[in-house]
């Protein structure tokens, strides 16, 4: 059966949705009372030795819905009308590369990323593509949660399993994270992101559980804590196991992530001068990477950040079928926004001596159909008129797609792979999740090739079984 979905059968596809979840934002003092936050703790940490060298970090930036890489970073101005978008191309600081005049400041920057133009995977729909893209199954059909954990929570497993951290902060945060169709599995939710919902660009933005608000409060929750050590007393002499020793430990780390001051400093935008928060972007994805920008720097290792809501257009994500968005009027509503914040957080990379240490990785799962079709409107909105009118659109495509790749180390300023003349299918270095994954995973020093984790039923499933590190990428 072929695995390419016809625009027919995709047209009428909402997009990716909205599913509701438990988060660690939604565990309050109450919670910490009854041990719930350190039980969880507990989960995410196993005795070792720490290791000596500088801990890799990621940014990951996810396009939920999937950009058109004809109209950014691979455009095919020699085609006809009927594939080829409206805007014009513009040179790149690197000889001979060219973007759409919808990226600008990448432009202007283009020697500090790579643009990886070959990537592709065999899965149509938003549910599959992107656990292809993020956990590496290779199933095509879409299902309603994942079967594999994703490489973020893998990540924050591996890396909890090398030692204690001294770092109060969580390991791997989400900032408006990417939580559709994907997650820890079966890894337990001990390994979800600590996930940050509230919009960064908000006067008074806070994350709550981080930090307590005066010493009154950090008084009172040092009491509440010494209570329920009292009432602990008598069933330590019956703790044949240990457990309740070693729940100190992870106790310790709650309180500490709620009086220490660096958790509150790390979320504090304010800390930043107003032209670093202008360079970004006043709006929501702006302050959204520059708070990645920070937490990395603060010692965090896996942050990931889904550009979506109202920035993107009526529908709120990059799936710019005609019944959602006219997907030209879509680009031009929310490009500005995002070349600003992206590039911003990758000249910073590097201005700011990360560039070796944090890798940014900018992908979707998947690009759009590279021919433009045409279907009514379902709703008037931005980047879409009233309903009823006939405008164009791209629909699913992930035969040839395009991501971004910067720091890291990596050798920058290049194109790896090419697609064909309309931009259909793959004709040089192809790419799909297995590589992309496995590069991921080289970065934070983990040898995907060797490494499996036991499922539910005990059987040991490696966290990567096809592909290999892209050698382009790796260093």
């Given at each position: 059966m072929s695995s390419i979905i016809t625009p027919?059968?995709?047209?009428?596809?909402?997009?990716?949705?909205?599913?509701?979840?438990?988060?660690?934002?939604?565990?309050?003092?109450?919670?910490?009372?009854?041990?719930?936050?350190?039980?969880?703790?507990?989960?995410?940490?196993?005795?070792?030795?720490?290791?000596?060298?500088?801990?890799?970090?990621?940014?990951?930036?996810w396009l939920p819905g999937g950009l058109s890489h004809l109209d950014s970073y691979d455009p095919k101005p020699e085609i006809g009308s009927e594939y080829r978008g409206p805007f014009k191309t513009i040179s790149t600081k690197v000889p001979g590369t060219h973007f759409t005049e919808l990226l600008p400041h990448h432009v202007r920057i283009a020697d500090k990323f790579t643009v990886l133009r070959s990537?592709?995977?065999?899965?149509?729909?938003?549910?599959?593509?992107?656990?292809?893209?993020?956990?590496?199954?290779?199933?095509?059909?879409?299902?309603?949660?994942?079967?594999?954990?994703?490489?973020?929570?893998?990540?924050?497993?591996?890396?909890?399993?090398?030692?204690?951290?001294?770092?109060?902060?969580?390991?791997?945060?989400?900032?408006?994270?990417?939580?559709?169709?994907?997650?820890?599995?079966?890894?337990?939710?001990?390994?979800?992101?600590?996930?940050?919902?509230?919009?960064?660009?908000?006067?008074?933005?806070?994350?709550?559980n981080l930090g307590l608000a005066d010493d009154a409060e950090t008084r009172r929750l040092s009491e509440r804590v010494a209570l329920r050590k009292s009432l602990d007393k008598m069933e330590r002499a019956f703790d044949r196991e240990g457990e309740l020793g070693a729940l100190d430990e992870f106790e310790t780390q709650a309180m500490t992530l709620l009086t220490n001051p660096q958790t509150r400093d790390a979320f504090d935008l304010n800390k930043e001068d107003a032209a670093t928060r202008d360079r970004y972007g006043r709006n929501r994805w702006g302050q959204q990477l520059l708070l990645a920008r920070r937490l990395v720097e603060s010692g965090v290792?896996?942050?990931?950040?889904?550009?979506?809501g109202p920035l993107c257009g009526r529908v709120g994500n990059w799936d710019d079928h005609a019944v959602n968005h006219h997907q030209f009027e879509a680009l031009r509503f929310r490009m500005p926004n995002y070349d600003q914040a992206v590039a911003a957080l990758i000249e910073d990379i590097y201005a700011r001596g990360l560039d070796k240490r944090v890798l940014v990785v900018v992908t979707g799962e998947f690009g759009r159909t590279p021919k433009i079709s045409f279907d009514?409107?379902?709703?008037?909105?931005?980047?879409?008129?009233?309903?009823?009118?006939?405008?164009?659109?791209?629909?699913?495509?992930?035969?040839?797609?395009?991501?971004?790749?910067?720091?890291?180390?990596?050798?920058?300023?290049?194109?790896?792979?090419?697609?064909?003349k309309r931009g259909?299918?793959?004709?040089?270095?192809?790419c799909g999740p297995g590589d992309f994954l496995a590069t991921i995973y080289h970065h934070l020093g983990i040898d995907s090739s060797k490494i499996t984790i036991n499922d539910?039923?005990?059987?040991?499933?490696?966290?990567?079984?096809?592909?290999?590190p892209i050698a382009e990428l790796v260093v």
């Amino acid at each position: 059966m072929s695995s390419i979905i016809t625009p027919s059968k995709l047209v009428r596809c909402a997009g990716p949705l909205s599913w509701s979840r438990r988060s660690f934002m939604q565990v309050g003092l109450s919670g910490f009372a009854s041990l719930t936050w350190p039980g969880l703790l507990k989960l995410r940490a196993e005795n070792a030795v720490k290791p000596g060298h500088e801990r890799k970090a990621i940014i990951m930036v996810w396009l939920p819905g999937g950009l058109s890489h004809l109209d950014s970073y691979d455009p095919k101005p020699e085609i006809g009308s009927e594939y080829r978008g409206p805007f014009k191309t513009i040179s790149t600081k690197v000889p001979g590369t060219h973007f759409t005049e919808l990226l600008p400041h990448h432009v202007r920057i283009a020697d500090k990323f790579t643009v990886l133009r070959s990537m592709n995977q065999k899965a149509g729909g938003h549910p599959a593509g992107s656990m292809q893209m993020l956990s590496g199954d290779a199933d095509t059909r879409d299902k309603p949660k994942p079967r594999l954990p994703d490489w973020m929570s893998v990540a924050h497993y591996l890396r909890s399993k090398e030692g204690k951290r001294t770092n109060p902060l969580p390991n791997y945060i989400g900032v408006n994270p990417p939580l559709e169709y994907n997650g820890p599995a079966y890894l337990g939710d001990a390994y979800a992101p600590f996930s940050v919902t509230d919009d960064p660009n908000r006067p008074n933005f806070q994350v709550p559980n981080l930090g307590l608000a005066d010493d009154a409060e950090t008084r009172r929750l040092s009491e509440r804590v010494a209570l329920r050590k009292s009432l602990d007393k008598m069933e330590r002499a019956f703790d044949r196991e240990g457990e309740l020793g070693a729940l100190d430990e992870f106790e310790t780390q709650a309180m500490t992530l709620l009086t220490n001051p660096q958790t509150r400093d790390a979320f504090d935008l304010n800390k930043e001068d107003a032209a670093t928060r202008d360079r970004y972007g006043r709006n929501r994805w702006g302050q959204q990477l520059l708070l990645a920008r920070r937490l990395v720097e603060s010692g965090v290792e896996m942050v990931t950040s889904s550009l979506s809501g109202p920035l993107c257009g009526r529908v709120g994500n990059w799936d710019d079928h005609a019944v959602n968005h006219h997907q030209f009027e879509a680009l031009r509503f929310r490009m500005p926004n995002y070349d600003q914040a992206v590039a911003a957080l990758i000249e910073d990379i590097y201005a700011r001596g990360l560039d070796k240490r944090v890798l940014v990785v900018v992908t979707g799962e998947f690009g759009r159909t590279p021919k433009i079709s045409f279907d009514r409107s379902t709703g008037a909105g931005d980047a879409s008129a009233p309903a009823g009118t006939l405008q164009p659109g791209r629909d699913h495509w992930p035969r040839a797609f395009s991501n971004i790749w910067a720091g890291g180390g990596i050798q920058t300023g290049g194109i790896i792979g090419a697609t064909d003349k309309r931009g259909e299918d793959v004709i040089e270095r192809p790419c799909g999740p297995g590589d992309f994954l496995a590069t991921i995973y080289h970065h934070l020093g983990i040898d995907s090739s060797k490494i499996t984790i036991n499922d539910l039923n005990g059987r040991p499933t490696p966290i990567v079984d096809h592909g290999r590190p892209i050698a382009e990428l790796v260093v």
